[in-house]
């Protein structure tokens, strides 16, 4: 019988008896050794992953320092998806960069006819192309003049300045105020050589300007100066009706309108006070009516006294509330004033009972109530059975 040198594995020789338990033996020392392995290999991956703990791969510390990444060069990577070391190779690695840089990054030289790389505006730096002429009429986000087309333009102006500065000093000399409508001015034309001066006079350059500006008194039969609308002051027209159906710039109503409507209205407010106000089945005789002074046309108003005097009489009725707080009174018979405006100590009247619920009809019949006295503005009732405990509602007719 031998053994391996470093797991002591029995190793038969040929002239052994066969034993079943020799290779059992051996099983289980593999089975032990690679389950050391296993945990060995967990706890190393676990502390890589975590950071912490005090291994060190001896290996990969004492390995030399490369000066140079070829493509098919290994890395070891701690996967994500497991947690486990695996074998990566740079030719990978280049890709991953590759494909993160291009969405974040630009390269380092990186002109482009595109906008990929952000374009200069009037509020943004960015990239910006150079246009060589001066045909673009619109504002074009990233185009520039090119330096050449500013030199261009400043040897036109310059040579402008130059012909104008020389030839106006020499040509009239001191500058004077304006006096005659045909005092004339040199001017350089738009059409023709570059440099031709052309002449026109004071009265030629105020006509001209005279459109931009409205006369001192400048009333018109159309919108020309510029209508009032809903959002601006302007000029308006009255309209001397009220027939316009739809809204207009530049229309408004006339004074005399405003004074007519006023009219209407003053003629139409006793109709209107009556068809808005709620009915009132037994008013005061101190309430006010309205009605049309026709003497004047305007609405007035008067009271029941004042309608019962202009017709001579006529008899009153009203509803009259007799408080439980009014009784007074030890015993029976219990008084109580209840205010009837309108009546006196010498006018004839009728008192009934006026109950709204069950229960104020009832109390009339338990308490016993009786008409007793009257004077101004008011009657007194007596109550000769018991005293009241609720509110009670009575009728009084002032007979006229």
Not at 118 to 146: C, F, K, P, R, W
Request: net charge negative; charged share 20%; with cysteine.
């Amino acid at each position: 019988m031998q053994f391996t040198p470093n797991y002591t594995l029995k190793k038969p020789e040929p002239d052994d008896d066969y034993n079943v338990q020799d290779f059992n033996d051996n099983e289980d020392i593999t089975d032990a050794t690679m389950k050391g392995f296993d945990t060995n290999i967990k706890t190393i991956n676990e502390k890589l992953a975590a950071g912490v703990g005090d291994y060190t791969e001896p290996t990969i510390k004492a390995a030399p320092t490369e000066s140079s990444i070829l493509d098919g060069d290994a890395f070891v990577k701690i996967a994500a998806s497991d947690g486990k070391m695996k074998r990566t190779t740079w030719t990978y690695i280049k890709s991953a960069l590759k494909t993160f840089f291009d969405t974040v990054y630009s390269p380092k030289s990186h002109a482009s006819a595109g906008t990929d790389y952000g374009t200069g505006t009037t509020t943004q730096y960015g990239h910006v192309m150079v246009i060589d002429n001066i045909n673009e009429g619109t504002l074009i986000a990233g185009h520039v003049l090119s330096a050449k087309q500013g030199k261009l333009l400043n040897d036109s102006i310059s040579g402008l300045q130059y012909e104008m500065g020389n030839l106006l000093p020499n040509a009239f000399g001191t500058y004077v105020s304006l006096s005659r409508d045909d005092d004339e001015f040199l001017i350089r034309g738009t059409s023709g050589e570059d440099r031709v001066i052309g002449a026109t006079t004071y009265s030629s350059l105020v006509s001209r300007l005279q459109n931009s500006f409205s006369p001192r008194s400048h009333q018109s039969a159309d919108n020309r100066y510029g209508l009032g609308t809903k959002t601006m002051f302007g000029h308006v027209k009255t309209i001397d009706a009220v027939t316009s159906s739809s809204y207009t710039d530049g229309e408004a109503l006339s004074a005399k309108q405003g004074y007519d409507l006023n009219q209407k209205i003053e003629n139409n407010k006793m109709s209107a006070v009556i068809s808005a106000a709620s009915r009132k089945s037994t008013p005061a005789t101190t309430d006010r009516f309205p009605y049309q002074d026709v003497a004047s046309g305007n609405v007035v108003y008067a009271t029941i006294d004042d309608f019962k005097s202009a017709i001579g009489g006529g008899s009153v009725g009203m509803i009259a509330t007799i408080p439980a707080a009014a009784w007074t009174g030890s015993a029976a018979p219990y008084s109580a004033n209840v205010s009837v405006p309108g009546m006196t100590a010498s006018k004839n009247y009728i008192v009934s009972q006026a109950p709204d619920t069950v229960n104020e009809y009832n109390e009339f019949s338990t308490c016993g109530l009786n008409s007793y006295a009257q004077d101004i503005d008011q009657i007194t009732i007596r109550a000769y059975r018991s005293k009241p405990t609720i509110d009670l509602k009575i009728k009084v007719i002032i007979l006229g």
